[in-house]
């Protein structure tokens, strides 16, 4: 851990939570705006062990029909947070015995080959399962996006198949039930010198957090003005490779409207590239720009 950290934001997750995938928008931004004065940690919440067995009336969720009514859950949410999905993909797992388990236990899978490039791939899962519509919760696929983001696909899959990836899971599964943690995003802010934390759960905007790393801190934090710009822009997309259109406009401030007046240039320009991706498009580089 680099001495500059000050605080340390813990996200209990779950690839699969729609919430937790329209909370990265804000998670890029507090990256991009305090920089090495907050440490972003995952740590795996196990949503759904067993759909047959699973039940959320708050979202009218539970039942035969549970993938249509997850679908429309995601495509609600989808309305509300910003961000791109595809409901389609429980349409295709209907069928199976539907956890997502296994995808917790990927992403401690690829944890033991270090904390940067397995949250590269969390977000690569998330990415996947979201809006690119795939089974995350199968060995292959989950292979096929360690391959995607470097990750060593030997070690991976004889970590999944030795079941140490399973126990390190079963910890933070532990640690969740510890705190009473039974919804997701949830959030731990610890004070790195003095190690106190406080907890809060649900979705939070940027501006929240900023009050709670003030909290947190007892002291005021330095993040970074961020100047909507051609080349600001293009260099966040370069920088994290594949972004959603509500990513950039999160970071930068823009409207929607506005957002779009610096992709359209960019794009014809041939700097950028728009990628269908469920409901919305991902933001990519042209490599030879």
Known sequence: MKDSYLIELIEYTD???????????????????????????????????????FSDPANGIGGSSWYAQVAAHWLEASTRHGMPVDEQIFFDVKDSRFSTHPANI?????????????????????????????????????????????????????????GKAN????MDLKECRDKGIRGFPSYGIRNINDNEEFLVRGFRRFSEFQDLFLKASGA???????????????????????VAEKEIAEVFDLSEERTDEYLTPLVSDGKLSKRKAGNGFFIVPINDC
Request: hydrophobic fraction near 40%; glycine fraction near 6%.
């Open 15 to 53: 690839p699969y939570c729609t919430w937790c995938w329209g909370s990265e928008p804000t998670l890029r931004k507090i990256e991009e705006a305090y920089g090495d004065q907050i440490k972003i940690s995952f740590k795996m919440g196990g949503l759904v062990k067993d759909m047959d067995s």
């Open 106 to 162: 990927a992403y401690k899978a690829a944890q033991f080959q270090g904390e940067f490039i397995a949250n590269r791939y969390l977000r690569r899962m998330r990415e996947g399962v979201a809006a690119e519509r795939k089974d995350i919760q199968k060995l292959d696929i989950q292979t096929e996006l360690a391959s995607d983001v470097g990750l060593n696909t030997e070690r991976f899959v004889a970590d999944m198949k030795s």
């Open 167 to 170: 126990e390190a899971f079963e």
């Open 220 to 242: 005021p934090l330095r993040p970074v003005s961020l100047s909507a710009s051609m080349s600001s822009i293009l260099a966040f997309v370069k920088k994290y490779e594949k």
